[in-house]
């Protein structure tokens, strides 16, 4: 790399082109170096600064799963508490030890009274337990479930409510028909909640390997910006709930008003893993 | 004072040759060992002209046939530094089209005796634009490591020093007549700028990637570095 010539003489020769044009192509490589460094840096920062706030992101998530989580415990322990509990106090206290010094018919009477509270007490379990996991979902699938769900709402008579599945031919996993009913839920609520709609309609199908559902309502509803500005707020914990489920499915959800027929589309957009394909 | 700054330039090779062997850490970093050949080679022509030079001797051809196998090496150096498989192919295509003028311009239009300066320039004009690339190549990679804390990078801002602090006295010659004043200019940039050339090398060559490496995200990470280890 060095050319070390035999011919010499003094240093005073240099010309100003070639020391000027030396010094400045020595001043430009080490601008560009800097550059890069500096660059490099900047980006780096830039690329961090955006880690952070995703990992802010999957902690808010995470905070409002848990939150979900505690809500439903604190319901079920509230419900196997003020209504199971009495109810099998009650039993009991038809079965005390007093019961074989009765006579036969207030006996009688205790086992009957017993067996109603215990029988109550079954079905009130069974409801929970439904609450829990729909039998219509375990057994039938998201189809069933979520027909039978609007079914149950348009029955109410306060909404017009219709699903209508176009190929639903192979089931997903029942974890993830289990959250994505669990999504469906939360967002069919929160139209009966805040849109004051008179009608949800509900639409699946599938397009190159993902199912789409498909919700439409004549209320009041969010447009993608105001779904992700919510999902930032510390409240809004439904709609954070239903980002860290559809997380884990690796779904999308997009909000949307269609201002030509005054409706509002929910879309939810959930790919199929290869062995739960269609086709 | 010329002779300090001469032997200066000379024995400041070997201080990356020597920190190559105490502080060679990989022995799979070709691109370390394609430098430090170069450098022994390197070392080898200028004691070899100096020596020629002081008995009177031509040692213009040494220098001209060292021109074009550092441009060799230093096209092989780059292909591999640069991952734009067009851009490699380009670089190694340029190295044929450097090889033929070079024949021509040392055989057949002039003399391997008489300094061929327009190789030379074409040679730095190339290497110039390779460090550039690589530059280029790197602003647009993200990355989770310092560019600074990669030997590449400094064996590549040695090449870019060096290259642009020697480039400008190749156009002196050419325009004028008085050649014997103008080659003796171009001595002294040259050895500053391989002082300098030789001191980015010898940090290049303390880097150790084993270190970075321990600390390598997941390979599925989009800050995974691929080329950590060349």
């Known amino acids: 790399m060095i050319r070390f010539l035999f011919i010499q003489s003094p240093l005073a020769n240099i010309s100003p082109v070639l020391f000027l044009g030396t010094v400045g192509m020595i001043l430009l490589a080490t601008a560009l170096i800097l550059f890069i460094i500096f660059h490099q840096r900047r980006v780096m920062r830039y690329q961090q600064q955006i880690q952070d706030m995703e990992s802010e992101h999957q902690k808010m998530l995470l905070r409002a799963s848990i939150k979900l989580q505690e809500e439903e415990r604190t319901r079920l322990a509230a419900d196997l508490h003020d209504d199971a509990g009495p109810l099998l106090a009650t039993a009991r206290l038809y079965l005390n030890e007093n019961l074989v010094n009765l006579d036969k018919t207030t006996q009688m009477q205790n086992i009957f009274n017993a067996k109603q509270i215990i029988d109550e007490t079954i079905t009130l379990i069974r409801n929970i337990s439904h609450s829990l996991m729909p039998p219509t979902l375990k057994n039938f699938g998201l189809e069933s479930a979520v027909n039978d769900f609007f079914q149950k709402i348009s029955n109410s008579g306060s909404i017009n409510a219709s699903s209508r ?49 498909r919700i439409h309502h004549d209320g009041k509803g969010l447009t993608q910006d105001e779904f992700l500005r919510f999902t930032k707020f510390k409240d809004g914990l439904g709609l954070k709930n239903i980002q860290s489920r559809l997380r884990v499915i690796h779904g999308d959800i997009f909000y949307e008003e269609d201002t030509s027929q005054s409706l509002f589309k929910v879309t939810l957009d959930i790919p199929r893993e290869e062995d739960e394909t269609a086709n | 004072m010329k002779e300090i700054i001469q032997y200066i330039s000379i024995y400041s090779t070997f201080l990356p040759i020597l920190v190559f062997f105490v502080f060679q850490f990989n022995r799979k970093q070709k691109l370390k060992w394609v430098i430090f050949l170069l450098l022994v080679l390197s070392v080898l022509v200028d004691v070899l002209s100096l020596k020629m030079a002081n008995s009177g001797r031509n040692n213009i051809w040494l220098v001209s046939i060292f021109t074009l196998i550092e441009f060799s090496v230093l096209s092989f150096f780059f292909s591999h530094l640069i991952k734009r498989k067009r851009t490699q192919k380009v670089i190694l295509l340029v190295l044929f089209l450097f090889s033929i003028f070079w024949i021509i311009q040392n055989f057949f239009i002039g003399s391997i005796n008489k300094y061929d300066y327009l190789s030379q320039t074409i040679e730095f004009l190339f290497l110039l634009l390779y460090c550039l690339l690589y530059f280029f190549e790197k602003s647009k990679i993200t990355e989770n490591i310092f560019i600074y804390n990669t030997y590449q990078f400094w064996l590549i801002s040695a090449i870019l020093i060096y290259c642009a602090g020697t480039f400008f006295s190749f156009f002196t010659p050419i325009n004028t007549s008085d050649k014997n004043t103008d080659v003796v200019i171009f001595e002294y940039i040259s050895r500053f700028g391989s002082i300098i050339k030789n001191i980015l090398i010898t940090i290049a060559f303390c880097i150790n990637p084993d270190k970075l490496l321990k600390n390598q995200p997941n390979k599925n990470s989009m800050y995974y570095i691929k080329d950590l280890k060349v």
């Open chain 1, 165 to 213: 599945f176009n190929d639903y031919r192979e089931r997903l996993k029942p974890e993830k028909e289990l959250i994505l009913f669990r999504v469906l839920q939360e967002l069919v609520n929160n139209i009966l909640k805040h849109s004051n709609s008179s009608f949800i309609h509900l639409t699946q199908h599938e397009v190159e390997n993902k199912l789409i559902l």
